[in-house]
């Protein structure tokens, strides 16, 4: 395999403002593939974030992981099509028409993807909601639905691409958080995959935030993930997120 290309990459805006946000997709757009909104920078600015990386003409990744009866999420789907989101997320576990009405109600540009279960959910955690077949059989059970619902792939561990791309199949989007770079600080992501580990164990796109937002150097960082080599990558800040399920 050669180095990473800039499309296998999405950057995570986690940060507080739309001026922040905006900075960095200026600062690497052409150089990182997508850009990810999540719940932090939408609640607090999400209309202006989305007609800045509009303009910017910068591909979106809406990930607001929406969960609500079918016809909410169709129209909550349909609120945001105007913004032509690359890629937008919904809980798998939302059920197959759910997932269904997503995808009927996305822009035509739009690849909706399903959660299958968080990875901050540890085996027992899974357990105690009753899902009594446990980590893998939930994800393999929701995956499959996602898949009937007409949803383009999975956003899941790293530890799960290998078996989601035997349920997505060649075409299928596999997309990974939780990966560190060689070299990098693991901050709370404690089962992480280096970029490299992630794309041959079958992931199309990974995830990364802090590894570059805190970087001292992001464009060396992004050049190292890209050449696959190994430096020192960055100050680390505490952390808020948890990350739980163990390895296969
Ligand atoms: O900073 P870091 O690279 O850990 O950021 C990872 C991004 O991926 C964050 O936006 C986080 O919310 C998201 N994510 C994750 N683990 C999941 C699902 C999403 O880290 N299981």
């Known amino acids: 395999m050669g180095g990473l290309k800039p499309d ?35 609640l607090r600015s ?19 992981k929406f969960h609500d009866i079918p016809n909410t999420v169709g129209q909550a789907v349909r609120a945001v ?50 899902w009594h077949s446990g980590v893998d059989g939930a994800v393999r059970n929701l995956s499959t639905l996602a898949k009937k619902a007409g949803l383009a792939g999975v956003v899941c561990s790293p530890h799960e691409a290998k078996s989601e791309r035997l349920v997505w199949g060649e075409k299928g989007e596999v997309v990974t958080p939780g990966v560190r770079p060689k070299g990098s600080k693991e901050d709370d992501q404690a089962r992480s995959k280096t970029p490299r580990e992630a794309l041959l164990d079958g992931a199309s796109r990974i995830v990364l935030g802090r590894p570059i937002l805190k970087a001292a150097n992001p464009e060396a960082v992004l050049e190292s993930i890209l050449a696959e080599e190994s430096i020192p990558i960055h100050e680390n800040k505490k952390s808020d997120h948890i990350e739980k399920r163990g390895p296969k």
């Open 8 to 42: 296998q990459i999405i950057l995570a805006l986690d940060v507080d403002t739309s001026e922040e946000a905006l900075s960095w997709a200026k600062r690497f757009r052409g150089k990182i593939g997508t850009f990810k909104i999540g719940l932090q920078l939408y």
């Open 46 to 64: 999400g209309v202006e974030v989305l007609s800045g990386l509009q303009k910017l003409e910068v591909p979106i990744f809406l990930d607001l």
């Open 81 to 130: 099509a105007p913004w032509k989101p690359r890629f937008l997320t919904v809980h798998a576990s939302g059920g197959e028409e759910m997932m269904a009405a997503a995808v009927s109600h996305a822009a035509k540009e739009t690849h909706v993807l399903g959660v299958t279960l968080l990875t901050s959910l540890s085996e027992e955690a899974v357990r105690a909601v009753g």
